[in-house]
């Protein structure tokens, strides 16, 4: 597709439940990084995957977030049993870079996720 | 370590200059400027390497100090379309790029 799309836009859960975010990146890119982004904050790493691979989980809050990414193209985030601090907007972006330290790794973001949890 | 930017907010008037500051505690093979609008996405602006280079993107200019760790944002002759909330990303070793908290910059006619 021509950007990154994220679904859905606007997500309002209870305590408890479980939600699943889509992320659709850019066809062919192959690095997709999930961030977490609170009100009036900056984006927080949580996640990112090169192709199929989950690289670097470091930034999940807890054992309820989960994401995957079983065909190196579509990502789904996972938060399990969510919490009222889960709340936030979760920023897909993916790259047609492979991740590393080389710099070039420009980044297109979705429009983002905000889940609301009640 | 997240990025630390400063100032937190900028009030301008259309056609005065501002810059934003970033500086990061860790040593940083590049830094990127994002700019993001109340309810969007943040867009990318411009990537800085290491070597202190400088690059441009309409009339908005960056700078990158890999000595220092620091990089400034410098947005002359600022227009209203320029009101937004910038972001520094920096990339180490690791590969995942981390952003700073943000500075908002709102520009007044």
């Known amino acids: 597709g021509a950007g990154v799309s994220q679904s859905p836009r606007y997500k309002v859960a209870k305590r408890g439940q479980d939600v699943a975010l889509r992320c659709d990146p850019i066809?062919?890119?192959?690095?997709l990084f999930w961030y977490q982004q609170a009100l009036g904050q900056g984006p927080e790493f949580l996640t990112y995957?090169?192709?199929?691979?989950?690289?670097?989980k470091s930034g999940l809050p807890s054992d309820r977030f989960f994401a995957e990414r079983p065909e190196g193209s579509v990502s789904t985030l996972k938060i399990q049993r969510t919490q009222q601090e889960d709340s936030a907007v979760y920023l897909c972006?993916?790259?047609?870079?492979?991740?590393?330290?080389?710099?070039?790794?420009?980044?297109?973001f979705g429009a983002g996720s905000r889940l609301t949890v009640l | 370590q997240q990025p630390v930017q400063s100032p937190q907010a900028v009030i301008l008037r259309e056609g005065e200059d501002a810059v934003i500051n970033c500086s990061s505690s860790k040593a940083l093979y590049s830094v990127h400027w994002y700019r993001q609008k109340h309810g969007e996405a943040p867009v990318f602006l411009m990537i800085l390497l290491k070597g202190g280079e400088q690059k441009g993107h309409e009339k908005i200019s960056a700078s990158f100090n890999e000595k220092k760790q620091q990089s400034s944002l410098y947005l002359t002759a600022s227009q209203l379309s320029y009101s937004g909330t910038y972001f520094c990303?920096?990339?180490?070793?690791?590969?995942?790029?981390?952003f700073g908290q943000g500075t908002t910059l709102q520009v007044k006619p």
């Open positions: 995957f090169q192709n199929e691979a989950q690289l670097d």
């Open positions: 990303g920096t990339l180490g070793n690791t590969g995942k790029l981390i």
């Open positions: 066809s062919g890119h192959v690095s």
């Open positions: 972006a993916s790259s047609i870079n492979r991740v590393g330290p080389s710099g070039a790794n420009v980044l297109t």
